[in-house]
């Protein structure tokens, strides 16, 4: 799509369109598009594929679709692994399903009052799960990564 010239027997407005949409994505910060295949950890993905799987794999064998939601949370739990000594990796665990049970029990309880009591939660707590990622565990997964290696 963005290779391709406008068309120029399109609309008006789809041009504007397409010139907005080439602009964003000039701009875009290389980090978006560069992955190498280096940095790719093979376990921690198995690790999350099968915790998905066992879920959903359980929701089948139960007859229960609600499982989904299980294997949404176990897949997230995996990213959530900030990795380190087992303490780090307790406490991450452990904060991560305090909060993930509060957050989700809060926004539960607003998706019972009003479907826009439900938006504003969701809202809420994704905003400040962003914001909290800014200072908080972004920490953890740097010196997880960036580590320098031991001296033989």
């Not at 949404?72 to 307790?90: H, K, P």
Request: with cysteine.
């Amino acid at each position: 799509m963005l290779n391709r010239k406008p068309n120029p027997s399109s609309p008006r407005w789809s041009s504007g369109l397409y010139g907005i949409v080439t602009a964003i994505y000039r701009k875009r910060p290389v980090w978006m598009v560069s992955f190498a295949a280096s940095e790719a950890n093979l376990s921690e993905g198995l690790r999350a594929a099968c915790a998905a799987t066992a879920m959903l794999a359980l929701g089948n064998l139960l007859q229960d679709p609600m499982f989904a939601w299980a294997a949404i949370g176990a897949f997230w739990t995996c990213l959530a692994d900030a990795g380190g000594t087992n303490r780090a990796r307790f406490a991450s665990m452990m904060g991560f399903a305090m909060l993930s049970t509060i957050c989700g029990g809060a926004t539960a309880f607003a998706a019972g009052a009003s479907a826009t009591l439900a938006a504003l939660a969701v809202l809420f707590f994704t905003t400040a799960g962003a914001f909290g990622r800014t200072s908080g565990a972004g920490r953890l997964h740097r010196s997880r990564f960036s580590r320098p290696p031991r001296a033989s």
